[in-house]
């Protein structure tokens, strides 16, 4: 089991700033691609951001330039920068974490959500 613990969100006005935090905790062997998605009400989730164990990074178009995803490989956690609100960033922003299980098992993991509003 993997297990992934957010923090990070709340309320902010637009043109403010929040960090996203996730750590993964288990039974992992490794960890490949960790991302954040977001729902807004009467959306589909979506892909924020990802960086991939060697590094590489890939963002929704929406929030190029605003937003940096970030990892500590140590520490197991993948940070969110999320620049520059503007108030359709307003969602429930979920961890997601893929890789192998001791077991040799692949896992998909998610977070538990954490919302973030952008409103004056």
């Known amino acids: 089991q993997v297990q992934l613990v957010e923090s990070g969100g709340g309320l902010v006005q637009p043109g403010g700033s929040l960090r996203l935090s996730c750590a993964a905790s288990?039974?992992?062997?490794?960890?490949?691609?960790m991302g954040w998605y977001r729902q807004a009400p009467g959306k589909e989730r979506e892909l924020v951001a990802v960086?991939?164990?060697?590094?590489?990074?890939n963002y929704v178009e929406a929030v190029k330039g605003r937003f940096a995803i970030s990892r500590d490989n140590g520490k197991n956690t993948v940070i969110l920068q999320m620049n520059s609100l503007k108030p359709e960033d307003t969602a429930v922003y979920f961890c997601?974490?893929?890789?192998?299980?001791?077991?040799?098992?692949?896992?998909?993991?998610w977070g538990q959500g954490t919302q973030v509003t952008v409103s004056a």
């Open positions: 960086v991939t164990s060697g590094g590489s990074t």
């Open positions: 997601n974490v893929k890789g192998t299980t001791r077991f040799l098992m692949p896992y998909d993991a």
């Open positions: 288990g039974q992992i062997f490794t960890i490949n691609d």
